[in-house]
T-cell receptor, first 112, second 113 residues
Framework: DAGVTQSPTHLIKTRGQQVTLRCSPKSGHDTVSWYQQALGQGPQFIFQ???????QRGNFPDRFSGHQFPNYSSELNVNALLLGDSALYLCASSLGTTDTQYFGPGTRLTVL | GENVEQHPSTLSVQEGDSAVIKCTYSDSASNYFPWYKQELGKRPQLIIDIRSNVGEKKDQRIAVTLNKTAKHFSLHITETQPEDSAVYFCAATHNNAGNMLTFGGGTRLMVKP
């Protein structure tokens, strides 16, 4: 049973660039949530996708956008990167919007 | 919105001792409280969770208690082992928020052999 997978593992970008991160949910799951985890802090909710629509959004600017595909996989896009966007980006999947979430290994983004 | 506070930020215990981590939440509507363990460089792993219709849940050496009146919940680890060393996060959410988890700041647990 495949767990949540994310790609790439690591990414280095410069300020102003754009980045796309990818997530495949656990087999049988249909909901994907994205979190940002700064060093030494707890994860912060960015947004959640269900039925290919953004259902919930945390306190993040419009530079953060996403997409969910018919196969339930998801992308997180960040435009106009800032140094403060450097973090571990975690994807979590669940069955429906109220069930237990399981996390992927994350993508470590470094903005120089 | 929901705010979750977690204490202590670091906890050092001897192998075999018990460890307790406490969290408080602000939104009385919150009804689901998971705990995640995150080892260095790895993903957060769900270790136990509790819903608001029960006051306590146990799974082998791990237990979670919930006091809805006081809006706090705690993680208890008994007979700690070196492999329990990690950062532990509590979180809270409620049905109207989907499963948008609000996390505490984390507790670094160190179990000394």
């Amino acid at each position: 049973d495949a767990g949540v997978t994310q790609s790439p593992t690591h990414l280095i970008k410069t300020r102003g660039q754009q980045v796309t991160l990818r997530c495949s949910p656990k087999s049988g799951h249909d909901t994907v949530s994205w979190y940002q985890q700064a060093l030494g802090q707890g994860p912060q909710f960015i947004f959640q996708y269900y039925e290919e629509e953004e259902r919930q959004r945390g306190n993040f600017p419009d530079r953060f956008s996403g997409h969910q595909f018919p196969n339930y996989s998801s992308e997180l896009n960040v435009n106009a990167l800032l140094l403060g966007d450097s973090a571990l980006y975690l994807c979590a999947s669940s069955l429906g919007t109220t069930d237990t979430q399981y996390f992927g290994p994350g993508t470590r983004l470094t903005v120089l | 919105g929901e705010n979750v506070e977690q204490h202590p930020s670091t906890l050092s215990v001897q192998e075999g001792d018990s460890a307790v981590i406490k969290c408080t939440y602000s939104d009385s509507a919150s009804n689901y409280f998971p705990w995640y363990k995150q080892e260095l460089g790895k993903r957060p792993q769900l270790i136990i969770d509790i819903r608001s219709n029960v006051g306590e849940k146990k799974d082998q050496r791990i237990a979670v208690t919930l006091n809805k009146t006081a809006k706090h919940f705690s993680l208890h680890i008994t007979e700690t082992q070196p492999e329990d060393s990690a950062v532990y996060f509590c979180a809270a959410t409620h049905n109207n928020a989907g499963n948008m988890l609000t996390f505490g700041g984390g507790t670094r647990l160190m179990v000394k052999p």
